[in-house]
């Protein structure tokens, strides 16, 4: 039983930021990698970022100089900072873990960038 839960997404203005948050818990194997996606109304999902056991990051290109992604091991907890939002970041966030061949994703956390 593993669980990943995001928390931290909210309305805000554009121009603006916001951090997100996401913590597994639960009956975790060793960590491969964590990231998120996003995905908007009438959309696919989206990747964003992700972060891999040895530290090494990948952004999507919509996001690069303006998002950062960062975690905590012993905390098994991601996080996504998001400057400069644009209405177009307008999206559903979703948490993504793998552990030992297997992903498994968060429920989502609605970010909303409008005046």
């Known amino acids: 039983q593993v669980l990943v839960e995001e928390s931290g997404g909210g309305l805000v203005q554009p121009g603006g930021s916001l951090r997100l948050s996401c913590t597994a818990s639960g009956s975790l194997s060793s960590l491969y990698a964590m990231g998120w996606y996003r995905q908007a109304p009438g959309k696919q999902r989206e990747f964003v970022a992700e972060v891999y056991e040895n530290s090494m990051i990948n952004y999507g290109n919509s996001v690069k100089g303006r998002f950062l992604i960062s975690k905590d091991n012993a905390k098994n907890t991601i996080s996504l900072q998001m400057n400069n939002l644009k209405p177009e970041d307008t999206a559903v966030y979703y948490c993504?873990?793998?552990?030992?061949?297997?992903?498994?994703w968060g429920q989502g956390t609605q970010v909303t960038v409008s005046s």
């Open positions: 993504h873990r793998i552990s030992f061949g297997r992903d498994y």
